[in-house]
């Protein structure tokens, strides 16, 4: 046997060399220490392959977890976008409904302020025509009974009219007469109906009397001329009117011609009214 440090030769069975002094180590325990040590290796490395696949095992559940997360939070923030998008689409519904509400409000204070008005209007008119079916009534108390039946004719039928509508009716070429201070054609009373001046022949200058100018539509205050719509007039055929905005003169709409005939003041319109042909004129 030689030893393996100096190379020389040694009994057999040595436990330490006898020239060098270094333990001997024989075949088989080497061989068992070889084993021991290269499965002590393996072991090793099977640890560290264990351990490498369990980061990498690790890495990857770590890596799933993370890509889960993100993909929730992805989904989430979309869903988030989505509801704003549907926030601001509702939010833009609900101003412009705000808006129409607003509208809507407002239209229905104007018609409300506008039924005010016509309301008052109404309560005005009715108010005269009360007033005038007064004045009739008192001046009934001093007629005789066949009088008295025509006035309450005239109180009946009478229907308030303004101004302005009563213009759009033709006048009439009869009863204009009586009592007349310009001379013009037209009497006093009849000229405070037609609101014309009772002093002058031509009220606004142009050179047509104010008789001329009503019998033909023209306008005796002004220029242009009466708006005369006879669609109106025949709708009022066969009614007495009376002119709130005056003195209750009254006026009746002749049946044939859809033209007004004067009647005068309530205390003159007997007279008038006993005429038949002014009823009956076609
Ligand atoms: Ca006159
Ligand atoms: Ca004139």
């Not at 007039?233 to 007495?240: E, F, L, P």
């Not at 006026?251 to 205390?267: I, S």
Request: aromatic share 8%; glycine share 8%; net charge negative.
């Amino acid at each position: 046997m030689i030893c393996f440090n100096c190379r020389k030769q040694i009994p057999d069975n040595s436990e330490t060399c006898p020239s060098c002094g270094r333990p001997i180590v024989h075949r088989e325990q080497l061989g068992k220490e070889i084993s021991l040590r290269r499965y002590q290796r393996w072991f090793f490395y099977g640890v560290l392959v264990l351990i490498f696949l369990g980061m990498i095992l690790a890495i990857v559940k770590i890596y799933n977890a993370n890509t889960k997360l993100l993909l929730s939070v992805s989904s989430v923030q979309k869903e988030l976008e989505e509801a704003k998008g549907t926030l601001g689409t509702t939010e833009a519904e609900l101003a412009q409904r705000e808006e129409l509400l607003k509208q809507v409000q407002a239209d229905l204070l104007e018609k409300s302020q506008a039924v005010d008005v016509k309301t008052e209007e109404f309560k005005t008119v009715l108010n005269e025509k009360t007033a005038i079916e007064e004045k009739y009534s008192q001046s009934q108390l001093d007629l005789s009974s066949a009088e008295a039946n025509i006035y309450n004719l005239i109180i009946r039928l009478g229907v308030g009219i303004s101004n302005e509508n009563l213009k759009k009716i033709p006048v009439a070429d009869a009863n204009l007469e009586g009592d007349d201070t310009d001379g013009d054609g037209l009497s006093d009373l009849a000229e405070e109906a037609l609101g014309t001046d009772a002093a002058k022949v031509d009220t606004d200058g142009d050179g047509y009397n104010d008789k001329q100018e009503i019998l033909t539509g023209f306008n005796p205050l002004g220029a242009g001329n009466l708006g005369i719509d006879m669609d109106f007039a025949n709708k009022q055929k066969g009614k007495i009117l009376l002119q709130v905005e005056g003195h209750g003169e009254a006026w009746y709409v002749n049946t044939g011609d859809g033209e007004r005939y004067f009647l005068g003041k309530p205390a003159d319109a007997f007279r008038i009214m006993r005429s038949v042909e002014y009823w009956t004129k076609k």
